[in-house]
């Protein structure tokens, strides 16, 4: 069987682009802001706050959750979310080991 072009990057490549995609659309930047912001679980503010269809917000939460980064619990016919804050620190340092390994020279080119 042939090789797909992921397999040609490490594991923590890999992990980098999928993270980085999930952070590639404005409105789940907006959701993780305002979950930084209220540090609390929430549950339908979103639609108020963002101003967006409740399909599309559900649509940009399952995007955050496959990647672990929010996590939800159902309280009756809610589902509340809030920041998984040990997978906010593994992102976070996914990021900083690639933003470190820049040696800070300049003259380049």
Not at 50 to 72: C, F, P, V
């Amino acid at each position: 069987m042939g090789v797909t072009k992921t397999d040609l990057f490490t594991e923590k490549q890999n992990e980098l682009a999928r993270v980085a995609k999930v952070f590639a659309h404005p409105a789940r930047v907006a959701i993780l802001e305002f979950l930084i912001q209220s540090n609390s679980c929430i549950n339908g503010d979103l639609v108020q706050e963002l101003g967006l269809a409740q399909a599309t917000i559900s649509q940009h939460l399952r995007e955050l959750k496959e990647i672990g980064i929010i996590k939800g619990s159902i309280e009756g016919v809610s589902v509340n979310y809030c920041i998984d804050a040990i997978r906010w620190a593994e992102i976070q340092n996914l990021f900083q080991e690639l933003f470190s390994g820049f040696p800070k020279i300049s003259g380049c080119c």
